[in-house]
C-alpha cells in the first residue's frame, strides 16, 4: 500500500514507490543521471532554498492508485494524465506501467523536464506549447542501462504516436496551425 512504500534519498530527490525495490533503484537512478544531463546541458541553478531541498518523486503501482491518490491531496487528475510535476508541493507523480515500463520512463523524463525547468526560475511562465514541446524533446530519450548499472540518456528521439496523432488531425483538418499554437492559452491546450 502507499503508506507502506519504499523510500529514498538521492543527491536531488526523494523518492516514494510502492512497485518494488528494483523499480525504486532504477528511477532513482534514471532521474539522478537526468538531473546531471540536464545541468550539463543548460545548467540548473536552483535559489537556495531550492538547493537545500530534495524534489519529491512519487511513483505509483497503478494509473488508478496515481489519480486516487492525485485527487486525495487536491492535484485533480483526470483518466488522461499520465504523471504531472506540481509546484504547489514541489512533487514529480508518475505510475509505473507494468505492461509497458517504456511509457513510465518516457513520462517520468517529461516531468522531470518541467520539474527541472521550475528550479532553473521557480517565477517563469513558459507558454504552454514550449514547455510541453520541450519536455517531449527531452522526454522522449533512448535510455539504456550498461553493464555496470550507469544509466545513459540519448534525448530527442522521434516519438511515433505522437507523428501519427498529428499526422492523422491534419489529414481531417483538426490540426492546429502554427501561429494558433504559439497564442494558446494553457486552457485550451491539449
Not at 30 to 58: F, Q
Not at 76 to 81: C, D, I, K, L
Not at 112 to 140: K, M, R
Request: with cysteine.
Amino acid at each position: 500500500k502507499w503508506e507502506n512504500a519504499w523510500t529514498k534519498e538521492t543527491k536531488h530527490f526523494a523518492f516514494k514507490t510502492n512497485t518494488s525495490e528494483e523499480w525504486l533503484e532504477y528511477y532513482s537512478d534514471l532521474l539522478e543521471a537526468y538531473y546531471s544531463l540536464m545541468d550539463k546541458k543548460i545548467g540548473i541553478k536552483p535559489t537556495l532554498t531550492y538547493k537545500r531541498k530534495k524534489m519529491k518523486v512519487n511513483i505509483y503501482k497503478s494509473h488508478d492508485e496515481f489519480i486516487e491518490v492525485s485527487n486525495d491531496v487536491g492535484a485533480q487528475v483526470g483518466r488522461s494524465t499520465l504523471g504531472y510535476f506540481w509546484a504547489y508541493d514541489d512533487t514529480l507523480n508518475f505510475f509505473h506501467n507494468y505492461e509497458e515500463p517504456e511509457q513510465a520512463t518516457w513520462v517520468g523524463l517529461h516531468e522531470c523536464t518541467h520539474l527541472l525547468t521550475f528550479l532553473i526560475d521557480q517565477q517563469y511562465e513558459p507558454q504552454i506549447w514550449l514547455n510541453e514541446a520541450v519536455a517531449d524533446y527531452f522526454g522522449s530519450a533512448e535510455v539504456t542501462v550498461g553493464k555496470n548499472g550507469k544509466i545513459t540518456i540519448v534525448p530527442g528521439m522521434l516519438q511515433t504516436d505522437r507523428v501519427l496523432t498529428v499526422q492523422k488531425a491534419i489529414e481531417e483538418g483538426k490540426d492546429t496551425k502554427l501561429e494558433d499554437l504559439f497564442k494558446i492559452s494553457r486552457e485550451k491546450f491539449d
